[in-house]
């Protein structure tokens, strides 16, 4: 399994990016998606997982109301819509997958994820 994303880039504070990841494979349906971030320094954080196609989804803290994420499965891709950006929101961005869904907080912590993206940088300037 193969994940790609793609869509960070440099945004003023307030603005908006769409993060994509897409996914290789042939069950992503049934997959639990999941986007950390990480700065230089600090350990992965966790900040949004789907759990799978239909289940719940689960968001930190500092992200809630401000991003969502969402999936096609007809495009094997997951999304993370950001709005409302803030400078602390500045990271490398990474999308991780889980082969067979996830639960509670197996959801939340990065070493259940089976797979993982490149990563993608998002930086928002103040």
């Not at 193969?2 to 049934?30: E, H, N």
């Not at 930190?60 to 891709?77: P, W």
């Not at 997958?97 to 959801?107: D, I, L, P, V």
Request: charged content about 15%; hydrophobic content about 30%; some cysteine.
């Amino acid at each position: 399994v193969q994940l790609q994303a793609s869509g960070g880039g440099l945004v003023q504070a307030g603005g908006s990016l769409r993060l994509s990841c897409a996914v290789s494979g042939r069950t992503f349906s049934s997959y639990a998606m999941g986007w950390f971030r990480q700065v230089p320094g600090k350990e992965r954080e966790f900040v949004a997982a789907d759990t799978w196609s239909g289940g719940s989804t689960y968001y930190t803290d500092s992200v809630k109301g401000r991003f969502t994420i969402s999936r096609d499965n007809a495009k094997n891709t997951v999304y993370l819509q950001m709005n409302n950006l803030l400078p602390e929101d500045t990271a490398v961005y990474y999308c991780g997958a889980q082969g067979y869904g996830c639960s509670g907080y197996g959801c939340y912590d990065s070493d259940e994820y089976d797979w993982w993206g490149q990563g993608t940088q998002v930086t928002v300037s103040s």
